[in-house]
């Protein structure tokens, strides 16, 4: 059996050498495809392979096509919107995640993004501080979880939505459950995105709900650029100079962003969340282990295409 790991943006050697214990120790042959750029080189690499590894790499028809040996893709990560997971069910190929497992990782980053805000980029000037301040995380699962946890730390008075998880989940964290999106957004200064890029989340936070933050507000993106609604978060912008906009997920109208809101808009290079080697191990490893399990034992937990 071939197990490839196809990662454009490549994990920690760390987490290639647990991956390849894995792999090995069940039998199996690891294969390693990185920093690849040209999909043709992904196309050529999925011929021979049974199993394969992936981050935000994308899985589509063509490659499913191409993967004529393939059985399972595990997503080593929690957001799976880049497999086509109705192509995959067609192809016969079982898809999972690993949720969870690099779920601290971004929850750091979102913090590292909202300290670099409300200290005004760093460039020397009196900021403001997180303690005290409230916080909005929208969707409270894993990445939310963990968000709230560091928020105590940081002494801020935290809110949480989520449609999908009961409000006596959220509150026995000590965080306060409200009813809507718009009651979030309207309550907190800083809100902290943590949704899946899905049909229904697509272009959802749009200028009518980040309108309603308070002055000086700030929004957090560790989430999916997909979510956001830019040209309406542009306009709203340039109408509202007190807004502040951080993310790891580069808008594709970056440009605009950058030239128009200096000072309050900044976004990592590349989407760098879940960029830890603990991370890089901990879904690396888990993807592995699921991967064993499968062909072994046909185990699927954790699959997406039901
Ligand atoms: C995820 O969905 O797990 C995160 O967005 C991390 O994505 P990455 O593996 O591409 O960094």
Known sequence: MKVLVATDKPFA???VDGIRKEIEAAGYELALLEKYGDKAKLLEAVKDANAII???DIIDAEVLDAAKELKIVVR????YDNVDLAAATAHNVCVMNTPGQNSNAVAELAFGLMVMAVRNMYNGTSGTELMGKKLGIHAYGNVGRNVARIAKGFGMDIYAFDAFCPKEVIEKDGVKAVASAEELYSTCDVVSLHIP???ETKNSINYALVNKMPKGGLLVNTARKEVINEAELIQL???????KYMTDIMPAANETFAAKFAGRY???PKKMGAQTAEANTNAGIAAAKQIVGFLKDGCEKFRVNK
């Open 197 to 199: 890029a899905t049909a």
């Open 54 to 56: 992936i981050r935000s």
């Open 76 to 79: 080593a990560g929690a957001g």
């Open 13 to 15: 050697k760390v987490a």
């Open 237 to 243: 912008m340039e109408e509202r100079p007190d807004l």
């Open 266 to 268: 900044f976004s990592t």
